[in-house]
């Protein structure tokens, strides 16, 4: 059974919380941890519930501590009320509330690691759930023997021991050393996605390689050398293109992210996002495409009016262009001002002519021809680029910030009005930036809210003849 392997993440003088579900692998967990010497063991059970026979369970594990005279702790709570209180899956919800259960034990216990009885087979499910939903190199590496889940505790490690055992010879344990496991009937339902890949694919895996279960498992080790090399360039590259990282945002040097190779933006941004959302799991690949991309959008080909300056992610995170400066952050950060070409009183602007908002941003009133503006106008990209129908604005505008009773027509309502005061929070404009957001104003008809919408009623359409471009350009 390996039992240097299993000494090596549970060392001696020491306390553990051990978690027992009852099943034949935390049981076999169980059982060898107490072979080790000078180990203080607490044994700990959650009560998801979920089933009828919970309960029963929860009191075998309780005999089974009283019977290896070792402390037991336990916690019951209503999983599926939770999930859905949350809007979470059953899954995510029973391993939150689990994990948040064991490292309150660790705590209050002051022990040292908390532990948890997966096996090989786990580990081969999990990089197959990983793989699927479209993970990156840190996914398909699977779960590590020793790792530590900030969201819970950032000083108690937790371990998982058994990581070398399959599910074969746990069963093979319990049954040598009558041990009495509990079989969790609800680990046959189809409906689960794990369950679908153990019942389903993998077996159908097997009858193209009778080994792929342990394939998968060297291509992970394989992979894992491979990931510790690009962590520690990672970290070399960091200081180089990261200018600040707080609490709710990681600001990018630009240009220097332009010059770094894909994999890399793609493992800074990825390291980037997980400092921000510690409890962001099965980051996909896509999400973190979308971002280099758009990080790499100055080393594009594409019209600088058609790149974008901001672009929503996952979990309330966002990507902001400001200069050569990029900044990715959450809904909530306190970002430096720089960054918002926010006004105080009001301006006036002609065509053909500019004015400076603040010291750090400038708009621009162009006129340009209708046929121009209906190319452009179809292909902006850029919330911080306007194409209006100037024989619809008139040439002389006012830029303000909002004023009480303000109402906006947003382009594709066709014309309904919604109030400014709401159109703000239904975009998410940072409450501290609204009282001084800029408003470009034809008399007292908001036209356009830079970097959001322009006005529906000014937009430019195949009758335009004379457009004008706005621009609201860093100085």
């Not at 096996?119 to 996914?139: K, N, P, S, W, Y």
């Not at 093979?172 to 680990?187: F, G, I, K, M, S």
């Not at 360039?233 to 894909?262: Q, T």
């Not at 908002?357 to 452009?376: W, Y």
């Amino acid at each position: 059974m390996h039992n240097r392997y299993i000494a090596y993440h549970l060392p001696t003088d020491d306390i553990a919380v051990i978690g027992v579900s009852g099943g034949p692998d935390s049981l076999c967990l169980l059982h060898l941890a107490r072979q080790i010497p000078c180990l203080d063991i607490i044994v700990a059970h959650f009560n998801h519930q979920l089933r009828p026979e919970a309960n029963l369970e929860a009191e075998l594990v309780r005999r089974v501590a009283e019977q290896m005279k070792l402390p037991f702790v336990t916690e019951s709570t209503d999983v599926g009320g939770y999930a859905e209180e949350h809007k979470l899956s059953l899954e995510e919800a029973a391993r939150m509330l689990r994990y948040r259960f064991l490292f309150t034990q660790a705590r209050a216990h002051h022990a040292g690691v908390v532990a948890v009885g997966h096996t090989a087979d786990d580990q081969v499910e999990t990089i197959l759930m990983h793989f699927l939903r479209g993970a990156g190199l840190d996914g398909l590496i699977g779960m590590a023997g020793r790792t530590f889940l900030t969201e819970f505790d950032r000083e108690i490690p937790l371990v998982r021991p058994i990581l070398h055992l399959w599910r074969y010879e746990t069963e093979a344990y319990c049954r040598e050393h009558n041990l009495q496991p509990v079989y969790d009937p609800t680990n046959t339902d189809e409906t689960y996605f794990r369950n679908r890949l153990r019942h389903s694919l993998i077996p159908e895996l097997e009858k193209y390689n009778p080994r792929f279960k342990d394939t998968l498992l060297r291509t992970a080790q394989a992979l894992a050398g491979d990931y510790e090399t690009l962590t520690d360039a990672v970290a070399s590259v960091w200081p180089m293109v990261v200018l600040k990282a707080d609490v709710d945002y990681v600001a990018f040097r630009s240009s220097a992210m332009g010059e770094i190779s894909c994999g890399l933006r793609r493992n800074i941004i990825r390291r980037a996002m997980e400092s921000l959302r510690p409890n962001m799991r099965n980051l996909d690949f896509n999400t973190v495409e979308r971002a280099s991309n758009f990080v790499d959008a100055r080393t594009r080909t594409l019209k600088p009016d058609l790149v974008p300056r901001q672009v929503d992610l996952t979990e309330g995170l966002y990507l902001y262009r400001e200069g050569d400066v990029i900044y990715l952050a959450t809904l909530e950060a306190d970002l430096p001002s720089a960054h918002w070409p926010l006004i105080e009183g009001d301006y006036e602007l002609q065509i053909n002519g500019q004015v400076k908002l603040n010291k750090n941003f400038i708009l621009s009133a162009s006129e340009v021809d209708g046929e121009t503006a209906r190319q452009f106008a179809h292909e902006n990209g850029d919330s911080f680029v306007a194409w209006l129908d100037a024989d619809l604005t008139g040439d002389r505008f006012t830029v303000r910030a909002r004023r009480a009773g303000d109402v906006f027509s947003p382009l594709g309502m066709n014309r309904q009005t919604v109030k400014l005061r709401e159109f703000f929070i239904n975009v998410k404009l940072p409450k501290r930036a609204r009282a001084g957001w800029p408003l470009v104003c034809a008399g007292e008809q908001i036209v356009w809210v830079p970097g959001f919408r322009l006005a529906h009623p000014f937009r430019v359409t195949e009758k335009t003849k004379r457009a004008l471009r706005l621009i609201l350009n860093t100085s």
